[in-house]
């Protein structure tokens, strides 16, 4: 410090906080607990207002979305269904009798979701 005015009152004005504090300090501690109530109140309503969505008409890629439905019957907005099939050991797509499976597999799945696209 090299004592100018503006050094002693900042110093005054820091002690003077901090005396209040001490001096009143159940007055300190019940205005916290109520500002991180209210804080947390604040957070869980601010929550449920944020979006992570590409829904707002207009913006490219709510226009790709709508595209993708309109030409496939599906993607864009639904989500990705993957379903991986594991072949035992040593069997191969080749083997025989195996295409027949994985097509009926396939038919089975197109009949549960109607309007899905499968690949393979």
């Known amino acids: 410090m090299n004592g100018s005015s503006?050094?002693?009152y900042a110093v005054g004005g820091v002690a003077?906080?901090?005396r209040w504090s001490l001096a009143h300090r159940w007055i300190v501690v019940v205005g916290?607990?109520?500002l991180a109530l209210?804080?947390?109140?604040?957070?869980?309503?601010?929550?449920?207002?944020?979006?992570f969505t590409f829904d707002l008409p207009g913006q490219p890629a709510f226009e790709t979305n709508t595209?993708?439905?309109k030409t496939f019957g599906s993607g864009g907005d639904n989500p990705p269904l993957v379903?991986?099939?594991r072949l035992p050991p040593g069997t191969t797509v080749g083997?025989?009798?195996?295409r027949a499976q994985l097509a009926s597999a396939f038919g089975k799945a197109s009949a549960a979701l109607p309007g899905?696209?499968?690949?393979?």
């Open 83 to 85: 379903v991986v099939v």
């Open 16 to 18: 003077s906080l901090t």
């Open 32 to 34: 916290w607990i109520i």
């Open 67 to 69: 595209a993708i439905v």
């Open 38 to 51: 209210l804080g947390g109140l604040a957070a869980a309503r601010s929550g449920s207002r944020l979006s």
């Open 116 to 120: 899905a696209r499968a690949a393979s």
């Open 95 to 98: 083997t025989g009798g195996v």
């Open 6 to 8: 503006s050094d002693t």
